[in-house]
């Protein structure tokens, strides 16, 4: 009879907490990469374990493949796009690719060879909205024989292609095609409305998220309103408003009517799906304007919240708002890990949110209860007029922050006594002080983290049988300062700079960018690595001979059975960049140059963050490398450049 009993417990744990969260139903899931995230968990994690600690330096480039966005910037030269963002799926020996145009190309994952090249023509409605020519990637969806591809596109239409073909599914929306700026409750330009993330589909529905402008450039910005469509038929079954309408829950918390022209909050991060429960997990962006709310006072939900849906209904099952009434642009930049975890010796379904203001926010992903107390504590409150900042914000009692938040005098570099003199005349310059300092009209007011600080939207990694989360981040804060809004009645707009330096040497101390394993049964730090190292591009640190420093740049990570890889981004530089983030004319068109600094993924051991090794590439990752096999051979493949650079998918095996 016990044995009984424990046969019986062991398939009731195991059909409970399957080892990625969830059953997929796609075919050789285990050996590809059928989600964007790997799983629709985003877990980032593959069993894979051909590659290891003793052959890792046996690994090269096995093929590049460029993409096919060349034969439109050719001809097109006055085509700005950004970095090549994308992770690849692979599903059946196909690599499924976008392009920062939003077209789509299958790839033979063994060779390299472009199967077919989808354009849907988004380049021809000019520059899309917010970072301009970007995109991520798609989604996969199979029954039977009927096998899609479904994305969305910089000019805001949904596209469901047959993955065999490149086709268009006719039978799908119009013609294969869902025009998204229809149905929103309000007029929507075209310009100002776009997706860049991958959709993704829970219990045969597809759920789109979108990207807006975050500077207003009109006075009824687009809503982020979130949708659901039949996988099949494209059919709308619902549509959740990111701004509560009249009637719904949470229009209380937008004071004055705000709820009927502001616009944003939308969920421009990927999503995760428990495919078990049926739930499909949004992280909303901040609300339009996103430093300045003097015409949205309240709290404004659904504005910087993590949301659970049922994915058939699209009806709110949970949510938590991890910014009241946003000022700092904090919207979650990744799709949320979905985790199965031990607490106090009892087995939990979780989901865990990491944030750009350094946060791991960590929830019972059926409840929404906080799996670790959350507190309200006060925070600075703003000066400006017609501003009502809130109070008070949340604070996660653990795991710790995973990058530095705030800034004081405690925190400037100090390598001699000269440069930390220098370092406080600069400071001076600033207003500053600890997380959630609003900004002000009388200097410009650091953030830290800044916009692109914290944690990125590449996201973190979850390893399944250590239960363990590793999170890059990029120690790098932002000044803000207030400028009347563009649009006449609407106040004040935010113009994002970075920080000056001192000949490049950042203000605050090291490390400038670092990776953080947790142990997610006990919200503990395991261990802290810098990730790259500023120091050998500044000489006048070199030569000083200090430790690893870090570099103030976004990390992309792969986890796998056997190591943790890290291919960390270069520098760039934007130059007539569009929006609050680099405080040029907002709708300007952006355009991002990108160095190459020291190019690389590197192998790190999964316990103890110890170096293992690496691999040159031929310019730095733009995005999360993806793992597979496929005809007995381990691949890692990798986006590099955009921009000013070629973008060429760089594909590793061992020899």
């Avoid at 949510?319 to 009892?346: C, E, M, R, S």
Wanted: with cysteine; proline share 8%.
């Amino acid at each position: 009879m016990q044995n009984r009993l424990k046969i019986l417990l062991a398939i009731i744990i195991s059909s409970t907490f399957p080892s990625h969260g969830q059953v997929s139903k796609i075919p050789g899931a285990e050996t590809g990469w059928p989600s964007y995230g790997g799983d629709k968990a985003s877990s980032q994690y593959s069993p894979l374990s051909q590659i290891d600690s003793t052959n890792f330096g046996r690994v090269h480039i096995a093929w590049t493949w460029r993409s096919v966005e060349k034969n439109i910037t050719r001809s097109h030269p006055d085509i700005k796009s950004w970095v090549w963002e994308c992770t690849p799926l692979m599903v059946d020996g196909v690599l499924y690719v976008s392009t920062s145009l939003s077209q789509v190309a299958a790839v033979d994952a063994a060779t390299g060879r472009t199967k077919w090249a989808y354009d849907p023509g988004t380049w021809k409605n000019g520059t899309p909205s917010n970072n301009g020519f970007v995109h991520r990637g798609v989604a996969y969806w199979q029954s039977g024989n009927d096998k899609r591809i479904l994305f969305g596109t910089g000019d805001g239409y949904l596209i469901a292609l047959n993955a065999v073909t490149g086709k268009p599914v006719s039978t799908f929306g119009n013609a294969g095609r869902i025009d998204l700026t229809q149905g929103l409750g309000r007029a929507v330009e075209r310009k100002l409305y776009g997706v860049s993330s991958a959709p993704i589909v829970c219990k045969d529905v597809v759920v789109v998220g979108t990207k807006v402008h975050d500077v207003p450039l009109v006075e009824a910005m687009p809503p982020g309103s979130v949708r659901g469509f039949d996988v099949r038929t494209g059919k709308q079954l619902w549509l959740f408003s990111a701004i509560p309408q009249k009637g719904e829950f949470g229009n209380e918390t937008w004071e004055d009517n705000s709820w009927k022209k502001t616009g944003s909050a939308n969920v421009w991060a990927p999503i995760s799906a428990d495919d078990e429960l049926g739930y499909v997990y949004l992280p909303f962006s901040t609300p339009s304007n996103d430093n300045y709310g003097g015409r949205r006072h309240g709290s404004g939900l659904f504005g910087e919240s993590l949301v659970a849906l049922d994915a058939r209904s699209g009806k709110r099952i949970w949510h938590f708002q991890l910014v009241h009434h946003g000022l700092w642009d904090y919207d979650p930049p990744a799709a949320p890990n979905l985790i199965n975890i031990t607490i106090n010796g009892k087995p939990k379904k979780a989901v865990a949110q990491v944030s750009k203001q350094g946060f791991v926010y960590v929830f019972d992903r059926v409840t929404g209860k906080p799996v670790w107390p959350i507190v309200e504590r006060p925070v600075p409150q703003s000066t400006v007029p017609g501003e009502k900042s809130s109070p008070s914000q949340p604070f996660p009692t653990r795991p710790a922050p995973i990058d530095r938040q705030g800034i004081t005098e405690n925190d400037i570099v100090d390598f001699t006594p000269g440069l930390r003199d220098s370092a406080l005349a600069v400071l001076r310059k600033y207003n500053y002080g600890p997380l959630f300092t609003p900004p002000s009209l009388e200097k410009p007011t650091i953030s830290m983290p800044g916009i692109a600080g914290g944690a990125s939207w590449s996201g973190a990694a979850f390893d399944p049988e250590t239960e363990m989360l590793y999170v890059p981040s990029n120690t790098i804060p932002y000044a803000v300062t207030l400028e009347k809004s563009i649009v006449p009645g609407l106040g004040y707009q935010g113009k994002t700079v970075a920080v000056e330096t001192m000949d490049g040497i950042p203000l605050w101390k090291p490390p400038y960018g670092r990776l953080t394993a947790i142990d997610m049964n006990t919200g503990e730090h395991r261990w802290m690595a810098p990730m790259g190292d500023l120091a050998s591009t500044i000489p006048a640190l070199k030569k000083r001979g200090l430790p690893l420093l870090g570099r103030s740049a976004r990390s992309h990570i792969l986890l796998t059975k056997t190591l943790l890889f890290v291919a960390q981004e270069g520098s760039t530089q934007r130059e007539e960049m569009g929006g609050a983030e680099a405080g040029a004319k907002p709708g300007s068109t952006p355009a991002l140059s990108f160095q190459v600094v020291d190019p690389k993924i590197v192998a790190y051991n999964k316990q103890t963050g110890k170096y293992i090794g690496e691999i040159a590439l031929p310019r730095n990752a733009t995005a999360a490398p993806m793992t597979y096999m496929l005809n007995g051979k381990q691949y890692i493949a990798v986006a590099t450049g955009g921009a000013n650079l070629p973008p060429e998918l760089i594909v590793l095996s061992l020899d």
